[in-house]
């Protein structure tokens, strides 16, 4: 989280995505070469971090553009009052804790030697562009510019040894039991709509043009969420309340909370809450339909959509081997 903040404050970029891990597949690639980019993909945790995270950066420096996820479980207060996310206030201030690190983590990179699953000769014969153990090993890791690279899943996209949400297993338990970004919320959160409006005002101050989205669920993820009658009643209030914000406000807002909307499959999404690259290039030309001002900042969508007809072997992929 305060990595991304502190590269957003160093790199001063014209195009910021903004959001949890559910934006991080946002590519510069998808922009012109001209316009500078950055994911800030986990720069926030929950809603009252986005004001926050814009008052925290100087005056002097403003995006023109910021593509905003607003993670679904943001609205629910069942999830607002149990959520274990870190405080922004704290993280801004705060060194990283590298003591802890090490001594949380050498743990379980022994373990994970021992039980076979990387060997000391993948470290030293390592490319030169990979850094840390993660990237290393499994090509896991943040890319320059700052979107997440899941190396891993999807170098074998159906082999659930490289996938904990297999057909998506994980996402279905979760929804079972209300847990884990999943409780059960039966209206839309007033206190997060009020932390929304408040980014939404500091944006307009400062001449920040906001775009933002639902982020999209595979589809049998959200059918599944269907099936639990009321458990989910908050979830589909969300569009109709953030629409009328967004509009009172001048910005733009998309519900990409199915997939399928998309003209995507659920092969096209990394786990049951996490769209591939491909499904988020989808969203940026979605975007620019609907909002023709956005092409100025654009790849031309002649060529963005010829390199999403090309790339038919892998589901997941578009930019293939681009770090």
């Known amino acids: 989280m305060r990595l991304k903040w502190l590269a957003v404050k160093e790199r001063k970029p014209k195009i910021v995505a903004l959001g949890t891990s559910r934006v991080m597949q946002f590519r510069k690639e998808f922009f012109k070469s001209s316009i500078s980019f950055y994911n800030a993909g986990g720069g926030i945790g929950k809603m009252s971090d986005l004001k926050k ?5 100087s005056s002097d420096y403003n995006p023109e553009l910021i593509l905003l996820g607003l993670d679904h479980n943001f609205f629910n207060d069942s999830w607002i009052k149990s959520a274990e996310v870190a405080d922004f206030d704290q993280m801004k201030h705060s060194d990283i804790k590298r003591r802890e690190i090490l001594i949380t983590k050498w743990k379980k990179i022994y373990e994970d030697y021992c039980k076979g699953k990387f060997q000391f000769r993948t470290l030293m014969h390592r490319r030169d562009n990979f850094f840390g153990l993660n990237a290393v090993v499994k090509h896991n890791g943040f890319r ?16 659930p040894n490289c996938n904990e949400d297999y057909n998506f297993s994980d996402t279905f338990e979760r929804i079972k039991r209300g847990k884990r970004r999943f409780e059960y919320g039966n209206k839309v959160s007033n206190k997060a709509v009020s932390e929304m409006e408040a980014f939404l005002k500091c944006c307009r101050d400062r001449g920040i043009y906001v775009c933002a989205f639902l982020p999209p669920y595979a589809h049998a993820v959200l059918e599944r969420m269907r099936s639990m009658g009321e458990n989910y009643a908050y979830v589909w209030e969300i569009a109709g309340v953030v629409n009328t914000i967004f509009t009172r406000y001048g910005f733009s807002f998309w519900d990409f909370s199915d997939i399928a909307s998309l003209g995507a499959r659920d092969e096209e999404a990394i786990d049951g809450f996490h769209g ?30 010829k390199l999403i007809s090309q790339h038919t072997t892998n589901p997941l992929v578009v930019f293939a081997d681009k770090y």
């Open 53 to 57: 995270f814009i008052m925290g950066i």
């Open 144 to 159: 320059n510019d700052g979107s997440y690279m899941y190396g891993y899943r999807i170098k074998a996209p159906n082999d």
């Open 276 to 305: 591939s690259e491909k499904v988020y290039l989808r969203m940026w030309l979605k975007m620019q339909e609907d909002n023709p001002q956005l092409s100025n900042y654009s790849v031309a969508t002649e060529t963005l959509w």
